[in-house]
């Protein structure tokens, strides 16, 4: 998984959705036999997102995995599930430190994400299922609690789309990335993995020394 | 393939990186028995990239398959493959014309692809494989003639980036793209594919009717 | 699906364990591209219970998928698997009669299934991970409301066990098999899933007219 | 193979149908890819059965294999299977004695399988494919030549049945048992594996010292 | 399987070892999850050998399958293979004309194959094991009942070999046929599969009508 | 890769049609996961005839790839390859020896092939997919500079032929394979791969010191 060479650990994430959780079941990916195009590149997306704002080489020898299995979709899974995954590996680094396993979190700052799109010819935030099918542009965004960026996903759905209309759009991702770190703040310090939109996110952190 | 129920054709994209095409030997897809998750992302890319510019209306019920096959790579791939497969789509729909099959060409207007990055702190269009390798922060624009997006994909490579960075790759970009929509009219009308960026690029255009 | 060709529909059942339903992170199915032996005997198991007390020509040309998903694990997945599928079953069923798509429920009677075992030379009920360990006779009964079984699968785990043995489990079989029915029937009447021995369970009906 | 670390050796099983083993021809495995669960539920059950008998650490550090390729089907393979696998374990135990790899045989009792089942209201023993078709309930036993159970699997087939019928295939169970043990005595001793059953049972020993 | 559309029905060969068919345990093509490419190119030359001799058009519109699954191995298994399946087919074709399926044997002529090789210096026919290791050139040689070829398959096996040396083995290959095709005539009029050397061969056909 | 245990290198071959290189575009091998049975033949037999004349005990702990893509088809891709990868490698080796990797060239001397057929009744040298198609006999020889075989393949297509008909392809084969020794002689001087035969073949040579 780790593809170059370097000192510290590694951070990855799986991302699945549950048969269940969009309104016509989805069948399962091992049905198929492999992992679908479109799970594969999220997950690949998640783990950069984390991997951005976490000190590999403070986190040590060691891998660990963020589980991202979405129970129920309405829209953008993909930025709900870095933003989750933030949450359960902040309280995860928390109890490592608890637990003697770490001297202090190698999480260096918060990261979350929303996604943006161009509905009815307006700039949105945060579309759902619905909006999302109407969308012509799709973008999704995720940055740092210090407003930095750390991806920028924008796509014209077979459309094209404006400078303008993507300064609007990261405007607005700025605004909504705000709110949701503060939830992050506070869902971490709770030690409590959050229900957010309509996701769960699973954790589990395994140790390979 | 064609995932939602619309009137008209399909465009689609396949890529792949010959196995000397890197100076390390890359295995064969088939060796490991999977299309890896990158392949798979790059192909999506290039799809919905010309799928931004051809009236799929206009192509009629047929579904035309774009191989963009690496036979050298330095960095770009993923562009270079876009910017050269709409050439090779151009020459395509204007052969079809030729012969009768189509009244016009469904190539609504050119589409091109740049990468650009930030190295050593400054900003640069269209890195190598050396300078990529360097750079920390990884961005491709894929803009249509008449300077409008189809697509960006900006990444921190685990690390983040200003919005002031970002807008200077965004200046960048549209210089690059005009250039390479210049290079573009030229070769479609002299209906040779270029050997382009360093790689080569088939088209097989395949109907269904 | 469908092995012999009768009248009537279908009810099949999916049983996944999540990565993290497990003390040591459980790598998913798809990351080796089949499903487990294991799973795969599960989820005949499960199907089968639960057609024991559906009449499928009443349930009519669909099929009906139950997918049960471990989100923790503590001993007798399989058994918690089967009494809560047939609570979504019931769920579901009547949700169809509201809806009109049913005159009447398919369900026949209720099946519940209970683990048994010989731990430190007694027969327990209900063995949770650390007995099932230890366990030297593994057993799952299977029975239906009424008292008469629809699978009985018992095995020495590399060691024999006599009939006296067997007999005072079936016993006890009886007993938790009495209990968890009168569970069942309250939460089919409040309309929700229990979230059964540390266990969720979804359902989805799929419909194929 | 061998998923718990005990000291001492493994014995393992492998079954497959031959295409020609049945009326209709049966596809290979291999032409879908992958075992189905079926057989895989199959193979698995005649190795703890096997395992139930073979005191592991006497047998050393080795891995034996048994491999059942049924020639020609007629009911009850799995049971046959088990049977004719305990010879050919029993024949192999005692060559390697012969040629001084083992002191004394690890086969610490006989064990062998026969199928039971409710055919037209009536408990019967060893049922053919006619039968096994019409059966309403299918019970597998597994027992040692000294009477104790090794596995019970019984299966209402879409039906249910009574303790009162179950212990009647159990009675049967006991008598078919008895007569298999006394010709797999015979058969160990004359030092061939008998082509019991309508099928051909080879056996391969692996040494991996 | 049919690759070109031609009138009438086709014949297919499926080939296969056992695991215990070699002195050392050959693994299972399904614990790998694909047929192997030696086993690919056998059963598609036994496929063309028996092609050849048989009127598909006379055939009708059916497709015949052939399996070849080696119990044995000594040497030269795919040349036993097609003279075994040609009997086995000839065997088959009878029984078809008996049972008024079709109204004469599609089996134009016999066809028959040996093996040959340069073993220290002089050229052998049908090696076996040990010879077949120690030869410098090895050939197969499917001859018909007539004298025609249909195969000739010879390869230095990292060596080279003289004309002189290719003219010695084919008139060896001549002679040996000569003798298989008067064993495979007995054979047929018997109606039984021979069990010849060292292999038994069975036979299903299977009409998709 | 190297099945027998012998010192020194070992050489290696893979043979893959792009999509595009044939009039009706070829599915990619990995859309179907697995390499088809022809593919695995060719490449099986492109090895084969190269390691007939390279010293592999000279050529050291080493593995050579020679990946052998077509480009375009239209008859004998298969010849075409082993010709093409004998210069390719004689290159390489010789970049090898001006490198001081090795001493000297391990080509003891070239190898080429032809592929010859009966069309109309009468022997042809080369044949292009037209003359191929109509061909009733299909031969493919792999013959040294010398004159000595390494591969002869003939195979009826459905069809036989004489003794007559394949010395009379012998004769024509050795005089098309001393043509194309002569033109490898002037590539590998020249040191470039020839696009020969409406093909391009590259090389990759891996070193696994």
Chains 1, 2, 3, 4, 5, 6 share one sequence.
Not at 32 to 40: A, F, M, N, P, T
Not at 94 to 110: A, D, M, T
Request: aromatic share 6%; glycine share 10%.
């Amino acid at each position: 998984m780790k593809e170059q060479r370097v000192p510290g650990g590694w951070l990855t994430a799986e991302y699945s959705m549950l048969p269940y959780s969009t309104l016509q079941r989805k069948p399962r990916d091992i049905s198929r036999g492999r992992l679908d195009g479109r799970s594969s590149e999220i997950q690949r997306l998640i783990g950069r997102s984390l991997r951005a704002v976490v000190d590999l080489e403070k986190l040590g020898e060691r891998t660990v995995w963020v589980d991202c299995d979405v129970l129920q979709a309405d829209g953008g899974t993909r930025t709900a599930s870095i933003t989750g995954a933030c949450v359960a590996a902040g309280i995860a680094f928390n109890k490592f430190c608890e637990e003697g396993i770490l001297q202090s979190s190698p999480l260096k700052e918060l990261v979350a994400a929303v996604s943006a799109g161009v509905v009815g010819g307006s700039s949105c935030l945060d579309l759902n299922y619905v909006e999302d099918k109407d969308a012509t542009v799709d973008f999704n965004f995720v940055l740092t609690e210090s407003g930095e960026f750390v991806e920028v996903q924008g796509s014209g759905e077979e459309a094209t789309f404006t400078q303008a209309q993507m300064d609007e759009m990261l405007e607005l991702s700025k605004l909504g990335v705000g709110q949701l770190t503060d939830l992050q703040r506070k869902a971490i310090l709770a030690g409590e993995t959050p229900a957010e939109e309509g996701q769960l996110l699973g954790l589990v952190e395994q140790f390979q020394k």
